[in-house]
């Protein structure tokens, strides 16, 4: 009798104990560290992928028309900042986005121009969608180089920069949109009282259906940002970014997020000359031409804070400081990084970078080819530090 008790006992106990590792096996740590992946042997692109966790709010009947008032649809717009030149490459773009995703559910696209748009682009991007559109010009006071940018200064920088090859040095509008995609496009009037947007660029391609709505996945899940190509900068264009940054850290401690992502945008180990140049920044990043956010964190006082701060050190000019290094610094700190959603299934191209999922939903790209461009930009996939320190979700 007592044998068999504690054999009972035992045989209870080995059953606990199994459950308890499989859980140990399987736990993710809490959000945003799910799957990290020390060493990335393999792109996590290969294996099936799938939809994002649930819950997935889909199409049923007509909860997504684009005429119903009462729509399922989240505070939320599709957003392009583009030029009149660029029609053909912004129709391109749309005519992929509303086969995958929009024209099941009709959020409406907002464009944007420093000029004003002509009626012949107006007219040929309402004909690619049932959705509403609009058509706003930025306010001058958000594009114009600010008064205290030197000019002389600039065109000096502009000399030494270009000696280091760094692209778009002397166009001066390049400057200005990547300035504006940093601290001004949420504040743009017809964008006040909208929450999350998806910004689309003109000639990019989206290759898989999506079939739930991702803003409401961004909502329900409490994300804040979502990418899918994340890779390093040229070191050359963003030296002074780190040091800047550092300086206004010093003075504000209190916004550090407790869960952020410091460790990737400090990480010298795979890329250490990129990280010597930039001054300890690795100079990973979130690929901006693609971005689901919510502008809610773009508005709140650490973000807005730290841009202001960026803004004044005058880096927009004197050196090329892009919208999307500065997001991704500005995420990295202030953002808990669980926040942050790698879109593993949403396929998408801007050339020369892919992110291609292997599921029946894709069409177009090959799965897990990361470029198709030459050799050496394999080595500016900065994935394998995000999924490191991060993780996969
Ligand atoms: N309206 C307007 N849009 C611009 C200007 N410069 C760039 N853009 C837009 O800003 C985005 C990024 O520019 P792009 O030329 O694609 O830069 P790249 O992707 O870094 O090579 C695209 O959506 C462009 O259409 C500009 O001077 N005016
Ligand atoms: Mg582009």
């Known amino acids: 009798m007592a044998i068999s008790k504690s054999i009972r006992f035992l045989g209870v106990a080995t ?12 736990r993710t740590d809490g959000g945003g560290k799910l799957g990290k ?8 692109l290969l294996d099936i992928t799938g939809e994002p966790e649930e819950p997935l709010q889909r199409v049923d009947g007509d909860n997504y028309a684009p005429d119903n008032p009462k729509s399922a649809r989240r505070n939320a717009t599709l957003l392009s900042l583009v030029r009149n030149s660029e029609l053909e490459d912004m129709l391109m773009s749309m005519r992929d986005l509303e086969r995958t995703f929009n ?43 600010p008064p205290w940018i ?15 090859n760094v692209q778009y040095m002397s166009k001066v509008s390049y400057h200005q949109m990547c300035r504006w995609n940093s601290g001004f496009f949420y504040k ?25 709505d991702v803003f409401a996945w961004m909502e329900d899940h409490n994300k804040t940002y979502g990418f899918t190509v994340n890779i390093y900068d040229s070191p050359e264009s963003v030296q002074g970014l780190w040091p800047e940054t550092q300086k206004f850290m010093a003075e504000h401690k209190e916004w550090l997020a407790p869960n952020n992502a410091i460790k990737w945008l400090q990480d010298n180990e795979v890329r250490p000359d990129n990280h010597r140049v930039a001054n300890g920044y690795s100079t990973c990043h979130f690929w901006s031409n693609f971005e689901i956010g919510d502008m809610d964190f773009w508005r709140g006082p650490a973000y807005e804070a730290y841009f202001n701060h960026l803004d004044r050190a005058g880096g927009f000019f004197y050196e090329r400081w892009g919208d999307a290094p500065v997001h991704s610094i500005g995420l990295g700190l202030f953002e808990d990084a669980s926040k942050i959603h790698w879109f593993r299934d949403i396929g998408y191209q801007h050339i020369p970078f892919f992110n291609c999922p292997n599921s029946p939903k894709c069409k177009g ?8 461009g ?3 930009l394999h080595r500016e996939d900065c994935r394998p530090n995000w999924f490191k320190y991060v993780g996969q979700g």
């Open 15 to 26: 059953v606990v104990l199994c459950i308890w590792l499989v859980l140990q096996v399987f």
């Open 37 to 44: 992946i020390q060493k990335m042997d393999k792109d996590p």
């Open 103 to 145: 024209s099941k559910f009709n959020y409406p696209w907002l464009f944007l121009n420093d000029k004003p748009f002509t009626q012949d682009f107006m007219d040929a991007i309402r004909k690619e969608t049932k959705a509403e559109v609009r058509f706003e010009q930025v306010p001058k006071e958000h594009w114009e180089v």
């Open 150 to 164: 030197n000019n002389d200064l600039y065109l000096e920088s502009v000399q030494l920069l270009l000696s280091q």
């Open 188 to 212: 743009h009037p017809a964008l006040l009282n909208t929450r999350y947007y998806w910004r689309v660029e003109p000639h990019v391609h989206f290759f898989c259906d999506i079939d739930y």
């Open 365 to 372: 790209c090959q799965p897990g080819r990361f470029t198709d």
């Open 374 to 376: 030459e050799q050496w």
